[in-house]
């Protein structure tokens, strides 16, 4: 009963002492029919009592019409995205970010200035924390050109910093 007990209470303390990541989604540059580059960005924010290490993060984005609903994210979106590294996240730190940069075709460029196409942007940050435990936070985000503001976007599901695995992760060892 005491050793039932004894990991309960190492499970709710590690709980309270890991760091915890949020993230956002902010539009840099959006396509036009005069320039088919577009730009993301996703400022990551760190909470918790201790660092996150091993953070890496992936994004894609899609097209799709006004008011269709955005596409579920889900593990298969990850497996062949593109991971950029991005070590460790250190208490306090709210100024590490992804950026995507892309482009679209000029048919897209052209419905997405007329307010038939929206961006849909997906973001998953992965880390492990101080205990070598996995977790995962991922971001959906949208984006027309009416009527939000410059920069503006509506989230579509977040899912604030799940756990991956309640285990020692091995890739979260040294």
Known sequence: MQADA???SNALSRESQRARLTVSVK??????????FAAWEMP?????????IRVRMAA????IKVGTP????????WTNADWTNA???????????LRTDFSVSKNQAS?????VLQGVLMVRVE????????????????RSVNPLPIGGVNYCGIVVDSNTSTDVDAECRD
């Not at 596409?71 to 979106?77: G, I, K």
């Not at 977790?135 to 949208?142: D, K, L």
Request: hydrophobic share 35%.
């Open 6 to 8: 004894a990991v309960v």
């Open 27 to 36: 539009v840099v540059r959006e396509p036009s029919e005069d320039s088919p």
């Open 44 to 52: 990551i924010t760190i909470t918790g009592s201790s660092e996150a």
């Open 60 to 63: 894609t984005t899609r097209f």
């Open 70 to 77: 955005a596409p579920s994210v889900d593990n298969e979106t």
């Open 87 to 97: 070590g460790v996240v250190s208490i306090g730190e709210q100024n590490r970010s």
């Open 111 to 115: 419905q997405y200035a007329a307010g």
């Open 127 to 142: 880390y492990c924390d101080v205990f070598l435990r996995r977790h995962h936070v991922t971001a959906c985000a949208t």
